[in-house]
Nanobody, 121 residues
Framework: QVQLVESGGGLVQPGGSLRLSCAPS????????MHWYRQAPGKQRELVAT???????NYADSVKGRFTISRDNGRNTVYLQMNSLKPEDTAAYYC???????????????WGQGTQVTVST
């Protein structure tokens, strides 16, 4: 079974930076689009950033210019560099990806367990 494992969350002051990482455990043949979502208490989960297998990126308006999504295809890892953090960025951040486990298997959608980011003085 494949699991997406996130790391890098924590407590940071406003204006600070954090870098989140996400990589699958288990056998993986290929990964298509990879995404970061976030969910704040009492709010719906929202899409923060997307990176395609070819490296094209998209961002939510609220994080443009501050967050950068990237991936290392050799390590099957996606990153989210978060700069100029604001209190409203406080949320649980989730990794999501379309993964093909074997050459002739179908793509399946996987979620990480979430990592908490808290921006506060």
């Amino acid at each position: 079974q494949v699991q997406l494992v996130e790391s890098g969350g924590g407590l940071v002051q406003p204006g600070g930076s954090l870098r989140l990482s996400c990589a699958p455990s288990g056998n993986v043949f290929s990964i298509n689009d990879m995404h970061w979502y976030r969910q704040a208490p009492g709010k719906q989960r929202e899409l923060v950033a997307t990176i395609t297998s070819s490296g094209s990126t998209n961002y939510a308006d609220s994080v443009k210019g501050r967050f950068t999504i990237s991936r290392d295809n050799g390590r099957n890892t996606v990153y989210l560099q978060m700069n100029s953090l604001k209190p409203e960025d406080t949320a649980a951040y989730y990794c999501n990806a379309e993964i093909r486990r074997y050459r002739f298997s179908d793509n399946s959608n996987y979620w990480g367990q979430g990592t908490q980011v808290t921006v506060s003085t």
